[in-house]
């Protein structure tokens, strides 16, 4: 299931996980939008006791069909991110 199926299924699950989290409910509709953190995924997959899995969250830009290519970087911040060329990935 994707995190943002897994949202929608039931109301108040955005606040919810924003309050788990500690973020704003605006966060995780970022999340929902570009993508769970990297840093924030094996949570998540907590979080959602497995609903929502790690490969469901890094898409394999093997899989058939896809475009693109996506890559985990690590800003001068360090933290970690999955990008691809124009779009998230």
């Not at 108040?12 to 999340?31: C, D, I, L, P, Y």
């Not at 969250?57 to 996506?70: H, I, L, N, R």
């Amino acid at each position: 299931m994707q995190f943002h199926e897994w949202l929608d299924a039931k109301p108040g699950r955005a606040a919810q996980t924003a309050r788990h989290f500690k973020v704003s409910e605006a966060a995780v509709n970022q999340w929902r939008t570009n993508g769970v953190p990297v840093g924030r995924m094996k949570a998540i997959r907590s979080y959602t006791r497995n609903k929502v899995t790690l490969e469901e969250m890094v898409p394999d830009a093997k899989e058939e069909g896809a475009t693109g290519s996506c890559r985990v970087t690590k800003p001068a911040d360090q933290s970690l991110s999955v990008v691809t060329g124009a779009a998230q990935c």
